[in-house]
């Protein structure tokens, strides 16, 4: 928690840097000691993979302080940096965005830097997955937005189309690959591949829509797939199971469980009515706005109803038999209070999207791109 606080709080590139590395500590921990079979070849693929991406992020971050150091004092003060990123020489930029944006995309995490991801997922215990999907991931988003779109306009202008296009690949990535995992905790992780392609993919369309429903898509991603894992792990300790092709007839065992999980899709599916299909909908949107080829990006969408539909099938509607054992009525109260801000802010964002998010996106694009893209 502390490490957490301090990623969103700091305004120091050496702190952000110190408490980034803190919050790995006790996730390498969670893993690799209440994991599962192979939770020690998860636990080292996390480690290996977050640390070397810090590292190349680290990289970025002393080459801006020898950059201010030549412009006279050297510091590591974020505001300092930020107000003389417009003086910072094009090859300096370009070196420095991309070194960040490594470290970012790692933890975010972008194909094809996501590989350690599916692995610590399926081998940690739910909580500690719900823990991942819902702030973790979001610190290499958060991470983005302050340090690559803030930090660097210039670079942003010249490395927005690599950077979309790899968010676009993403996206149609993760959701295609979620269609083979046998495993519903893999399928759900590679959901969170997925739906990260689309903060990404708005992120870099630099523009109001694209980078508000990049905010907004975190938000929505936490809770949907913060559900899914905890429903995931409820499941597997009532059936024994998480393999979808052994999970049969649930509806008829578990009845409240089996709505909960079908409404916890559809939030995902970015089905009308829920937090999500906002989101995505804007990033796409967006996406359309900067260039009409990412109109590819409509592909990811389909692909997601697909595998969640092929999920649901055989968990929901195959006829199966066992024992009627309905999971406990505070479980289903904690999968409720998730649930909830899904629909209520799937109705009406705009307490959230319009009020907070998007007033304050629209002021930083002008103070980064007075005169537009």
């Given at each position: 928690?502390?490490?957490?606080?301090?990623?969103?709080?700091?305004?120091?590139?050496?702190?952000?840097?110190?408490?980034?590395?803190?919050?790995?500590?006790?996730?390498?921990?969670?893993?690799?000691?209440?994991?599962?079979?192979?939770?020690?070849?998860?636990?080292?693929?996390?480690?290996?993979?977050?640390?070397?991406?810090?590292?190349?992020?680290?990289?970025?971050?002393?080459?801006?302080?020898?950059?201010?150091?030549?412009?006279?004092?050297?510091?590591?003060?974020?505001?300092?940096?930020?107000?003389?990123?417009?003086?910072?020489?094009?090859?300096?930029?370009?070196?420095?965005?991309?070194?960040?944006?490594?470290?970012?995309?790692?933890?975010?995490?972008?194909?094809?830097?996501?590989?350690?991801?599916?692995?610590a997922h399926?081998?940690?215990?739910?909580?500690?997955?719900?823990?991942?999907?819902?702030?973790?991931?979001?610190?290499?988003?958060?991470?983005?937005?302050?340090?690559?779109?803030?930090?660097?306009?210039?670079?942003?202008?010249?490395?927005?189309?690599?950077?979309?296009?790899?968010?676009?690949?993403?996206?149609?990535?993760?959701?295609?690959?979620?269609?083979?995992?046998?495993?519903?905790?893999?399928?759900?992780?590679?959901?969170?591949?997925?739906?990260?392609?689309?903060?990404?993919?708005?992120?870099?369309?630099?523009?109001?829509?694209?980078?508000?429903?990049?905010?907004?898509?975190?938000?929505?991603?936490?809770?949907?797939?913060?559900?899914?894992?905890?429903?995931?792990?409820?499941?597997?300790?009532?059936?024994?199971?998480?393999?979808?092709?052994?999970?049969?007839?649930?509806?008829?065992?578990?009845?409240?469980?089996?709505?909960?999980?079908?409404?916890?899709?559809?939030?995902?599916?970015?089905?009308?009515?829920?937090?999500?299909?906002?989101?995505?909908?804007?990033?796409?949107?967006?996406?359309?706005?900067?260039?009409?080829?990412?109109?590819?990006?409509?592909?990811?969408?389909?692909?997601?109803?697909?595998?969640?539909l092929w999920?649901?099938?055989?968990?929901?509607?195959?006829?199966?038999?066992?024992?009627?054992?309905?999971?406990?009525?505070?479980?289903?109260?904690?999968?409720?209070?998730?649930?909830v801000p899904?629909?209520?802010?799937?109705?009406?964002?705009?307490?959230?999207?319009?009020?907070?998010?998007?007033?304050?996106?629209?002021?930083?694009?002008?103070?980064?791109?007075?005169?537009?893209?």
């Amino acid at each position: 928690e502390t490490g957490i606080i301090g990623v969103f709080t700091s305004l120091n590139l050496i702190l952000f840097y110190v408490f980034w590395e803190i919050v790995l500590i006790p996730m390498f921990f969670f893993i690799g000691i209440w994991g599962g079979p192979r939770r020690k070849y998860a636990s080292l693929k996390f480690l290996i993979f977050t640390y070397a991406g810090s590292a190349v992020m680290l990289f970025g971050f002393v080459a801006l302080y020898a950059w201010t150091g030549s412009q006279g004092t050297p510091s590591f003060d974020y505001a300092t940096i930020l107000t003389r990123s417009a003086n910072i020489a094009m090859p300096f930029q370009v070196a420095a965005s991309l070194a960040t944006f490594v470290g970012f995309a790692v933890k975010l995490p972008i194909f094809p830097l996501h590989t350690w991801l599916p692995d610590a997922h399926v081998e940690a215990p739910a909580p500690v997955s719900v823990l991942l999907a819902g702030l973790l991931l979001k610190m290499g988003g958060y991470g983005l937005i302050r340090y690559n779109l803030l930090l660097f306009p210039a670079a942003d202008k010249l490395l927005w189309p690599v950077f979309t296009a790899i968010g676009l690949i993403t996206m149609i990535y993760g959701a295609s690959v979620a269609f083979v995992a046998q495993d519903m905790k893999r399928m759900i992780a590679l959901t969170s591949v997925n739906h990260m392609g689309y903060v990404l993919l708005g992120t870099f369309t630099l523009g109001s829509i694209g980078v508000s429903a990049a905010v907004f898509q975190m938000f929505a991603h936490g809770l949907a797939v913060g559900m899914l894992f905890l429903m995931s792990g409820y499941i597997h300790e009532q059936t024994g199971t998480r393999n979808i092709n052994e999970l049969k007839g649930l509806r008829g065992r578990m009845p409240t469980t089996t709505l909960l999980l079908i409404l916890a899709s559809m939030a995902a599916m970015a089905v009308p009515g829920f937090a999500n299909f906002i989101s995505e909908y804007q990033v796409i949107q967006g996406a359309l706005s900067a260039n009409y080829l990412f109109g590819l990006a409509i592909l990811a969408p389909g692909l997601t109803v697909g595998y969640f539909l092929w999920m649901l099938r055989r968990v929901v509607m195959t006829p199966g038999v066992g024992p009627r054992n309905e999971i406990q009525l505070h479980s289903q109260l904690i999968l409720t209070a998730f649930l909830v801000p899904l629909l209520v802010f799937g109705v009406y964002p705009l307490p959230l999207l319009g009020n907070a998010i998007k007033p304050t996106v629209d002021h930083l694009l002008s103070i980064l791109f007075p005169g537009g893209k």
